[in-house]
């Protein structure tokens, strides 16, 4: 199953996530993202679930998901500014998984 069925699946209830070229984009810019945080030159099948959750994200964030906070009293919204920043321990252990595959040393800090 393709990201963009996955993404699909994920959204198929909500209102304007019948857009697939939007959604398309939106797979497209996560997965350029995340290649570029584990130095892959594609998507690894492994981190598919992480790219679906990042595209639910971002389409969401039109709707207001990821508000970092906001104020009753005034009209303030700030969003989180890296939807990737959660998920960058999973990342980290990829590449360390990645490397020690490899036989590369891996140095770990305590």
């Not at 709707?63 to 890296?82: K, L, M, Q, R």
Request: charged letters at 30%; hydrophobic letters at 45%.
């Amino acid at each position: 199953m393709t990201l963009l069925e996955q993404v699909q699946i994920r959204l198929q209830d909500e209102p304007k996530a019948d857009d697939t070229a939007q959604l398309q984009v939106l797979c497209d810019l996560a997965s350029v993202r995340i290649c570029l945080r584990v130095r892959e030159p594609t998507l690894p099948t492994l981190l598919e679930p992480i790219a679906v959750d990042v595209v639910v994200k971002l389409f969401r964030r039109w709707n207001y998901e990821g508000v970092a906070s906001e104020g009753a009293d005034t009209i303030s919204t700030t969003f989180v500014e890296d939807v990737l920043a959660e998920y960058d321990d999973e990342f980290a252990a990829y590449r360390e998984t990645k490397a020690e595959d490899a036989g590369e040393k891996v140095v770990r800090f305590l």
